[in-house]
């Protein structure tokens, strides 16, 4: 059984920082791509940040120079660095990873519970 566990989510002023880190845990043979992913109210839920296994990024336009994922493949972790905080990056984060179980040979999508963040002054 595999779980995604995050933590670092809260409220924090605008222009503050804020740091979400998501582990990996249980029977996994493999990790590849690892991606945070934001849902705000009434919105449909966006990819913020992807990290392929050979630590190739992508960011959507909206976060690009304010945040950034780093992974840590032996302790099986994915965070999210936030700077410049705004108003509009005020979402519930979660983490997703594409993950191959011991003794399987195909890649699941997992997902973490999802971690609040509120940006407001």
């Known amino acids: 059984q595999v779980q995604l566990v995050e933590s670092g989510g809260g409220s924090v002023q605008p222009g503050g920082s804020l740091r979400l880190s998501c582990a990996a845990s249980?029977?996994?043979?493999?990790?590849?791509?690892m991606h945070w992913y934001r849902q705000a109210p009434g919105k449909q839920r966006e990819l913020v940040a992807r990290?392929?296994?050979?630590?190739?990024?992508y960011y959507t336009d909206s976060v690009k120079g304010r945040f950034t994922i780093a992974r840590d493949n032996a302790k099986k972790t994915v965070a999210l660095q936030m700077n410049s905080l705004k108003p509009e990056d005020t979402a519930v984060y979660y983490c997703?990873?594409?993950?191959?179980?011991?003794?399987?040979?195909?890649?699941?999508?997992?997902w973490g519970q999802g971690t609040q963040v509120t940006v407001s002054s």
């Open positions: 997703n990873a594409r993950i191959i179980p011991t003794g399987g040979f195909y890649v699941n999508d997992y």
């Open positions: 249980g029977s996994i043979r493999s990790i590849h791509e």
């Open positions: 990290i392929s296994g050979d630590w190739t990024t």
